[in-house]
């Protein structure tokens, strides 16, 4: 294997793919090193585990709170073994199809090893020197465990160590409401823990969307605290968390979800003359260049939206970048999606950001009891918000609260990438009794509040 390349990217994650593919495409040689295991953090402890874990527990908890008691339904214990076992298998076939196999089609190796900077223009993995004009660092992010009194006395989870459970505790205190910290409290009340979420609950969300899924928590059984833990502490059966308040809350086990800081231990950023901020996020520029011109970084290391399609755009960027080609990743109308039930989702910007942003908006927000389709299943936590300009009445943001509505979003960003008005939506078919009508029937609202028929 030769040691001097075109392009070295440190990582095999979704960034680090994505700027292989794109040096091959280019014609140009480049090598992958990875110092722990093939695929970085979507397939093996990420996305891909925690939606087969919230797809499963999610039939468990269809059963158990079906709408219509007229069909019978029943749900059992949970097979935790044979649960992890089959979320193990899917992890194996997805890394060897999707990474292995992609890199072997795309003719890329990779290399097995601990990659370090010596100096500016040197890289060794594991104190072999490996060469190359430019290289990429797409080494992904870890769990953050904060600075609370008490935390390092006790056997905490995090979301990696949760999804990897063999038993199922009796209950548990979730640590942050974010998105991981609302999919974790969610996925374990659904396969029979006691759950109390403590943190800031789904704080970057639209506050009628977030209460969308605060109601259905409620319903659901898993206690929410929105307020600060300073104190953590041992007892008899688990642990204790103390709030900013002074409430006490226990459980047999602590999961930890309070955000995730870069993974950029011992790469010898200093030497290389690369600059990070306080929590090792590395510091780029619009492509994705570091204050190196030689070494970019792509994917979640540098600090872009923790999303997997975006560590691949920014791995296409970074690559074209480094190898003389410079572009940008245009985020307009990016999406997002917490996989809790129901799904919270938005695309563009909420109503606190377009007013930040110096738009004139004006927002409608459809509930759901206007929603034929939330009607149908007899799902009453249902929601959907749209932002627009109110000069232009161009689309800025779309946010709901569905069964389903990372699908919605698919449409939403188009308009806002697009700049349709709210007028074009209503004016669009949209097929009934899907979630996604909820669009057309919410840029409706703009026109008029009076009701409407079915389709009118």
Not at 2 to 19: E, F, N, P, Q, R
Not at 187 to 202: I, P
Not at 326 to 350: C, E, H, K
Request: a negative charge.
């Amino acid at each position: 294997m030769s040691d001097s390349y075109d392009l070295v990217v440190i990582g095999t994650g979704g960034a680090a793919m994505a700027a292989g593919i794109e040096a091959r495409s280019r014609g140009k040689s480049v090598l992958l090193i990875e110092h722990r295991v093939l695929g970085g953090t979507c397939v093996n402890i990420g996305c891909v585990p925690s939606k087969n874990l919230l797809a499963a527990a999610g039939q468990r908890h269809r059963a158990l709170s079906n709408p219509f008691p007229m069909v019978s339904t029943s749900a059992d214990g949970v097979d935790m073994p044979a649960l992890m076992a089959q979320k193990q298998e899917l992890i194996d076939r997805l890394v060897e199809h999707k990474y292995a196999a992609v890199a072997e089609a795309h003719g890329f190796p990779i290399r097995y090893g601990h990659a370090r900077f010596v100096d500016e223009q040197t890289l060794h993995v594991d104190g072999d020197p490996v060469t190359a004009p430019a290289y990429v660092v797409a080494t992904g992010v870890a769990p953050a465990i904060p600075d609370v009194p008490g935390i390092d006395e006790v056997d905490y989870l995090t979301s990696t160590t949760a999804m990897e459970q063999q038993s199922l505790p009796e209950s548990m205190v979730v640590l942050g409401g974010g998105y991981v910290g609302l999919e974790q409290a969610q996925l374990f009340a659904h396969v029979g823990v006691r759950v109390t979420l403590v943190g800031r609950f789904a704080p970057h969300t639209e506050p009628e969307i977030a209460g969308v899924l605060r109601s259905a928590f409620a319903e659901e059984g898993i206690a929410v605290i929105e307020e600060r833990g300073v104190a953590v502490s041992k007892t008899d059966d688990g642990v204790l968390v103390r709030t900013s308040s002074g409430a006490e809350v226990t459980g047999q086990r602590l999961l930890v979800a309070t955000g995730r800081f870069a993974d950029t231990g011992d790469l010898g950023l200093d030497a290389a003359g690369v600059k990070a901020d306080e929590r090792g996020f590395i510091l780029v520029d619009d492509n994705q260049r570091t204050t190196n011109p030689r070494i970019f970084a792509a994917g979640d290391v540098s600090g872009a939206p923790q999303y997997v399609y975006v560590a691949a755009q920014t791995g296409h960027v970074a690559a074209a970048g480094a190898l003389g080609q410079p572009s940008t990743v245009d985020y307009r109308g990016l999406p997002g999606v917490t996989f809790t039930t129901p799904q919270i989702a938005g695309a563009g910007l909420t109503e606190r950001d377009a007013l930040a942003r110096g738009h004139r908006c004006d927002c409608r927000v459809l509930g759901a009891q206007d929603i034929p389709r939330a009607l149908a299943n007899r799902d009453p936590h249902a929601a959907l918000k749209i932002v627009i300009d109110a000069d232009t009445r161009k689309v800025l943001g779309v946010h709901a609260a569905l069964d389903g509505a990372g699908d919605v979003m698919l449409a939403a960003t188009y308009a806002i990438k697009f700049g349709l008005t709210v007028d074009d939506i209503a004016d669009t078919w949209a097929p009934y009794l899907t979630m996604a009508e909820s669009l057309r029937i919410a840029a409706g609202l703009f026109r008029s509040t009076m009701p409407t028929s079915c389709c009118a």
